[in-house]
């Protein structure tokens, strides 16, 4: 009631002027225009404020306007005469311009410099800040370069404030509550961020992002993967005439871990490159296990308990580099090449016990582990652009990339038997490697300023194999065990064209297109020969046509209305399909699935959003269906369970998400993300016999206060509730922390102290796994408690900006995730 009578208000003293001037004699008009820019940089200067006064009467303010998000102004005076306008903006020195308006004249005062204010401060008073969210005809945009915080913070603690986004207790990503989306970088796929997305967000200083996109309506133009949307990060842009920028940071934490990174941006003439390398090792503390599971078709093998330890090692370091030439103002190439690797360790042992039905041990043995794991990706990118000399933003790309994603695990085992169970030792590994080569024509041209057009074509060669083995002690010497699963090819042929239509008129809003993609799929097992060959080698075709449309509506000025429809498709990756058994725990084994089908959603989304200067929030209602999902399957063979992947799924998914920002004061800002979805899924094949449902919340909340001397404090609270799958559900989650931030040097060196969960060292993850043959319960118990240090350190200057191709290659065809220890946006 109070934000309403504050906005009706707020109308009347917009609007007053206005009815007294209606209401009076015509009078002329002089128009001003312009742009605010900074003197050093020459960007814009958003939101700067610009006033008027009478040079008769300077006392007095005549007029006050702000600069649009570009930094341009354009207003009108009535009254002709001498005038003194000054531009103002916190951090800049004010700039004073005399003025002498005309009659009926548009006055054009061109491109107003700003300098930095060299004066330090006591305290800063924030009279204004800028909305941290945009919504878009087919996107929300998170401005991360406006957010206090991504001065000090990495990219994953900030992408918990996003829409739509959530971190769970774990460190894992869920759009909209899933995890089958893509994340791209400048709007092309990352094979760092899909192989392993939790430790590179980590790595990456937040203050090298400019957005964070939330693209919940994904148009034709992007390939048919990512049933929940497509996460788009976009880096901060060079800009200069002839320089560099450069940052350096490093951090460190309480569990022994630590990294350091360097970013720079530099142009010469016609030549700009911006690059970046990041290393990190990480400690991660010692970790307790349990398991309880009951057999319900067996008095003799009845329980089965697990009680272990374990921890892990590793690091990792990824960088890449873009270089630019502008040919003439008209062509342009970009070639990047981008580097991830990783390695880790990890030792675990685990006590084992199979009770009857009486509680009385049957069968018991430890079991010792020590396991080695790779992951990485190596990118070559290539784009040429042409822009049209009469037509602005008509353009024809051309592209080419070549992108290796490797995914090696090994183990040593040990068991030594306690009852009933002999002692032996065996070891395995699996090399897995996914190579893609992708062409791509892109063209777009605007007409008739409302409309615009986009077509494109797209091949893209996709190689997955897998060369995996298996060894057993036997009196001293290590004997191979022979599987024709030992090597596995997988190859996919994937032709697509799409076109889309997009039109803004007065307030509605339409972006609608058609994409069709066809497959051309084969497996084969190079060791099978004969009938065995002609049994497991097969080939097959697919086809699929994607539909999209959005329509918007400007309700108004501050509000928004927003439906649309999307159908995505999702391919599975090498960790799904690699049919080697995983043997590294003998009670629990997994193995994938060569014969998983893409899969097929639709959804559609209503959108609502507010902005006013002191609050802003948006919400969506999505709904979600699908026939065929991938789904991680569970069952028991006697005492061992085994784990894969099926096409089993009929999942119904409502959800509401919901961001909200609020700004009491001037030094204080409330924002958050609150989910909930109802989710109903069961098998689609009468041979499994599993469903599921429920409700799933996540929350995330945190206050910024801005204490005097630039100090920033930031308080978080974040937790979720079990999410569901088909078999059961995972665990619930909940953490806490604070940060405390300083600039020094103007702003060049930043300092970041946090803490999290201070005052609880451990937390339990609770898996439940439902089955009509069994039940089981798994516990992980993590040390949450975490104390760290950021440092980093800007240097340099530059002043315009480097070109970059507007069009890319977006592989998102593919199902995110990763195997072995790779962590990513694969189905759930």
């Known amino acids: 009631m109070r934000i309403k009578k504050l906005l009706g208000l707020l109308c009347i003293l917009l609007f007053f002027p206005l009815l007294l001037a209606a209401q009076s004699a015509p009078e002329s008009k002089v128009t001003l225009k312009g742009i605010v820019s900074d003197s050093l940089t020459s960007e814009s200067i958003p939101y700067a404020t610009i006033k008027i006064f009478k040079q008769s009467s300077p006392q007095k303010v005549d007029k006050v306007v702000p600069t649009d998000e570009n930094g341009k102004f354009q207003f009108s005076i009535t009254q002709p005469g001498e005038y003194l306008m000054t531009v103002e903006f916190i951090g800049k020195q004010s700039v004073s311009k005399p003025l002498t308006l005309n009659d009926n004249k548009i006055h054009d005062l061109g491109n107003i410099l700003m300098q930095d204010d060299s004066k330090m401060l006591n305290e800063v008073v924030v009279s204004a800040q800028k909305p941290l969210i945009k919504v878009e005809l087919d996107k929300i945009t998170y401005s991360m370069e406006d957010d206090p915080e991504s001065k000090t913070n990495n990219a994953l603690d900030m992408m918990k404030k996003v829409p739509m986004i959530t971190v769970d207790g774990e460190d894992q990503i869920q759009l909209k509550g899933s995890s089958a989306f893509r994340i791209y970088i400048n709007g092309k796929p990352s094979s760092m961020l899909a192989s392993n997305p939790k430790d590179v967000l980590k790595s990456m200083p937040a203050s090298t992002i400019k957005d964070i996109e939330v693209i919940t309506d994904p148009g034709a133009k992007y390939d048919a993967e990512g049933v929940a ?149 190596t990118e070559l990118k290539a784009d040429y652009q042409k822009t049209s000399k009469t037509v602005k933003d008509r353009l024809l790309t051309l592209s080419y990339r070549l992108a290796l994603e490797p995914d090696n695990w090994s183990s040593d085992n040990r068991v030594d038997g306690i009852l009933n169970i002999d002692s032996f030792k065996n070891k395995q590994y699996s090399d897995g490697t996914q190579k893609e080569h992708t062409m791509q024509i892109d063209y777009a041209t605007p007409f008739k300023k409302i409309h615009n057009l986009e077509v494109g074509l797209k091949y893209i060669i996709r190689l997955n194999k897998s060369n995996s083995g298996r060894f057993y002690d036997q009196s001293g010497e290590w004997v191979e065990e022979p599987s024709l699963k030992d090597e596995f090819k997988h190859r996919q042929d994937i032709y697509a064209g799409y076109a889309s239509y997009a039109v803004k008129y007065k ?96 959804t559609i989304d209503m959108n609502y959003s507010f902005f006013n200067p002191k609050f802003n929030m948006n919400a969506s209602l999505s709904y979600n269906f699908v026939d065929n999902s991938i789904e991680r399957i569970t069952e028991l063979d006697n005492i061992i369970s085994r784990t894969t992947y099926a096409n089993i799924g009929k999942s119904k998914r409502l959800g509401l998400f919901t961001y909200f920002s609020w700004t009491p004061t001037q030094k ?161």
Do not use: C
């Open 229 to 377: 949307g497509i996460i788009n990060i976009i880096t901060v842009k060079n800009t200069s005439m002839g320089g560099y920028t450069a940052t350096v940071s490093s951090w460190g934490n309480s569990q022994g871990g630590y990294g350091a990174s360097g970013y720079l941006t530099m142009k010469s003439g016609k030549f700009g490159f911006t690059g970046n390398y990041s290393y990190y090792e990480y400690r991660n503390p010692e970790y307790d296990t349990y398991l309880r599971r009951e057999n319900f078709s067996s008095l003799d093998d009845k329980y089965l308990i697990q009680r272990g330890a374990g921890k892990n090692r590793g690091n990792g370091q990824f960088g890449n580099g873009e270089l630019s030439y502008e040919i003439d103002s008209l062509n342009l190439i970009n070639a990047s090449f981008g580097r991830y690797a990783g390695t880790g360790t990890q030792t675990s042992f685990t006590n084992n016990r199979i009770e009857n039905a009486s509680f009385t041990p049957v069968k018991e043995f430890d079991q010792f582990t020590d396991g080695d794991y790779k992951y990485g990706s």
């Open 507 to 602: 307030k509605f809003g339409l972006k609608t297109g058609l994409r069709y993609e066809g497959t051309n799929l084969s497996i084969k097992y190079p060791l099978a020969e004969g009938e065995q060959a002609d049994e497991k080698n097969y080939e097959t075709d697919l086809s699929n046509f994607v539909p999209s449309v959005t329509l918007s509506y400007q309700l108004k000025p501050s509000q928004t209305l927003r439906l649309g429809y999307n159908m995505r498709v999702s391919r599975p990756g090498i960790w799904q399909l690699n049919p080697f058994e995983n043997r590294t725990d003998s009670l629990n084994v997994s193995v994938g699935n060569p014969n998983l089908k893409p899969i097929e959603s639709h």
């Open 668 to 828: 204080i800002r409330l924002s958050g993300n609150v989910s909930g979805s109802y989710i109903d899924v069961k098998s689609n094949m009468d041979e499994f016999e599993f469903s599921n449902s429920g409700f799933a919340v996540n929350g995330y909340t945190n206050m910024q206060y801005t204490l005097p001397k630039t100090y920033r404090v930031n308080v978080f609270v974040n937790g979720g509730t079990p999410y569901i799958n088909i078999q059961g559900r995972g665990p619930s989650y909940n953490y806490y922390g604070l940060s405390v931030s300083k600039g020094f040097l103007a702003d060049k060196l930043n300092v970041n102290i946090s803490a999290s969960n201070m005052f609880s060292d451990k937390q339990t993850f609770r898996n439940i796994v439902n089955n009509p043959t069994f039940r089981s319960e798994s516990y992980n118990i993590y040390r949450r408690r975490y104390f760290g240090i950021r440092v980093s350190y800007r240097f340099g200057e530059m002043k315009a900006q480097i070109k970059k191709a507007a069009r890319g290659i977006n592989n998102d065809d593919s199902m995110g995730g990763g195997g072995g220890n790779a962590q990513g946006g694969g189905q759930q």
